[in-house]
């Protein structure tokens, strides 16, 4: 099952690249483009969250991929994922979040 949930967010996580990089100048009336609400909407089906706070996030200027990494990092922690999302915009890495919150060495 985890194998399942890893190959389904690699997956979208590629797809959120691909569509974050060809849409890297979008301003937030253009987030909710018809190939944008299918990424939210499968990543939304991937964690059990609501696709409109998938969306609210990624129109409030956060990547695809920190909406992943923090649903992911959320899951294995009491942590809130607007929380995780607000220390990476803060400036902190993935890394050193980790660490903060005792996941990595």
Known sequence: MKRVVFVQVMLILIAALV???CSA????????TEGQMK???????????????????????????DILLALQTSQGTDLDPQELLERKASGSSWEAIWQE?????
């Open 19 to 21: 569509l974050t990089a």
């Open 25 to 32: 100048a979008s301003e937030p009336a253009e987030c909710r």
């Open 39 to 65: 990424i939210s909407q499968s990543i939304a089906d991937t964690f059990a969250v609501d696709v409109e706070l998938v969306t609210s996030w990624f129109c409030a200027g956060h990547e695809y991929e």
């Open 101 to 105: 919150i005792g996941l990595a060495p």
